[in-house]
């Protein structure tokens, strides 16, 4: 295995998910002004292109040696990147006023909570409208075109075309979905619970070379069973690659670490899970939500080049009654390192997680709107400080086996 130094774990480690968020508490300088960017320039391109069901069949085959294919997206250039908080100015879909209407509802089934209960995993159709849908892209679209310095590790990776961890903390618009759309309700109902709070989340845009075979353990500061994981689809999975595969009922393994991310499914004691596999092709609106155990994996296009957008709001929530986790020596706190001063055993109730069911706290919203949210290198420094050593190293090898498996496609 490849030997890496600190500051190399650093960047792999935020390209995952993660974990660098806001520090500042200024509102958003951009270092382009005056420049129009090649991002500016997508955002403009994905306005006039929407996403349609046509669209994967239009695309370019794998194995054309005729055309050459080209990245819907390129990678910003160092000047390009913003700092602080960011806003918009986007229009809620339904009349909605920001900070002041209560979040949306849809009403799952029985079945559909049980089968995320037995299979690991549910797939549920529909639950955002185009008009969300639409929200939701543009959101992305201006994200993507003044990209945030925070997520300058995780783009730099090349794993993703972008990719930022709690993008709610200095992208106002996805902190306005979060406390007005029924994504609260359609979780807490999934978790039999009567409260969610956002525990870490992700824009994730166009996953290249996709992911192996792993399971989740950047969640925060929760356990597995106080946490749910979400995907929030934007566009149409593409027909040969891009969907989502899970090992069906995987969450109930008793033989991958806690501390894993790569899973070899050929481990003895996982055969009563790799021969059933769940796919699905999710559709603009959609959600997918599974258990942070469940192990999945997802192919991206064989040459690593996304000549369309794959946009996907994802993350973890914790359930009501969820209690703080001091994480500090091993992966987990990658996805935790806010000054929230939260210690090992409080209730997790905080600004840094904030509630959004059954409704959102003002008093937290305006921790973020004043920037009271955020990442200070300091916090960084001391939270991974473990890291560094051999035993945190030996916790995190198979991690480096995701990201080697890339390099080496």
């Not at 130094?5 to 993660?18: C, E, I, M």
């Not at 997508?42 to 294919?69: C, F, G, M, N």
């Not at 925070?150 to 996805?174: E, H």
């Not at 689809?233 to 069906?248: F, I, N, Q, R």
Request: proline share 5%; aromatic share 10%; glycine share 10%.
């Amino acid at each position: 295995m490849a030997k890496f130094s600190l500051a190399a774990l650093l960047v792999l480690f935020a390209s995952d998910g993660a974990a660098f968020a806001p520090p500042t508490t200024t509102p958003c300088r951009t270092l382009t002004e005056v420049r129009q960017s090649t991002r500016a320039a997508a955002a403009e391109q994905e306005e006039k292109t929407k996403t349609t069901s046509s669209e994967a069949t239009l695309q370019i085959p794998q194995d054309s040696a005729t055309t050459e294919r080209r990245k819907i997206l390129k990678e910003p250039a160092l000047w390009e990147y913003n700092f602080g908080l960011q806003d918009a100015g986007l229009t809620l879909p339904h009349g909605i006023k920001p900070r002041v209407s209560a979040p949306e509802k849809f009403e799952l089934t029985e079945a559909q909570i049980q089968t995320l209960e037995e299979d690991g995993v549910v797939h549920i159709k529909g639950v955002f409208d185009s008009d969300w849908v639409e929200y939701l892209r543009a959101a992305t679209g201006h994200q993507v075109a003044n990209p945030h310095f925070w997520a300058f590790a995780g783009t730099a990776s090349k794993l993703y075309d972008y990719i930022q961890r709690n993008i709610w903390q200095t992208n106002k618009s996805f902190a306005d979905f979060y406390y007005h759309s029924a994504m609260g309700h359609v979780l807490a109902q999934c978790g039999r619970t009567d409260e969610i709070r956002v525990s870490t989340d992700l824009l994730m845009v166009n996953p290249n070379k996709g992911f192996k075979w792993h399971q989740d353990n950047q969640n925060g500061p929760i356990t597995w069973d106080e946490g749910i994981r979400f995907w929030i689809t934007m566009d149409e999975t593409p027909a040969t690659y891009g969907a989502p595969v899970y090992l069906k009922g995987s969450h109930r393994n008793g033989v991958v670490d806690e501390q894993a991310v790569f899973v070899d499914i050929q481990e003895e004691g996982l055969e009563d899970y790799r021969e059933e596999l769940l796919e699905f092709r999710t559709m603009p609106g959609d959600m997918l939500i599974w258990h942070p155990r469940t192990i999945h994996k997802v192919d991206g296009p064989s040459d690593g080049i996304w000549t369309s957008y794959r946009r996907v709001l994802g993350g973890t929530v914790a359930k009501g009654g969820s209690t703080y986790h001091d994480k500090r020596g091993t992966g987990g706190v990658l996805s935790d390192l806010g000054r929230h001063c939260l210690e090992d055993g409080d209730k997790l109730s905080s600004p840094f997680f904030p509630m959004v069911y059954p409704k959102f706290d003002k008093r937290e919203a305006n921790s973020r709107d004043v920037g009271s949210v955020g990442r200070d290198p300091r916090d960084i420094l001391g939270k991974i400080g473990g890291l560094a050593g051999k035993a945190s190293g030996d916790k995190f090898s198979s991690f480096f086996q995701v990201l080697g498996s890339q390099a080496r496609k």
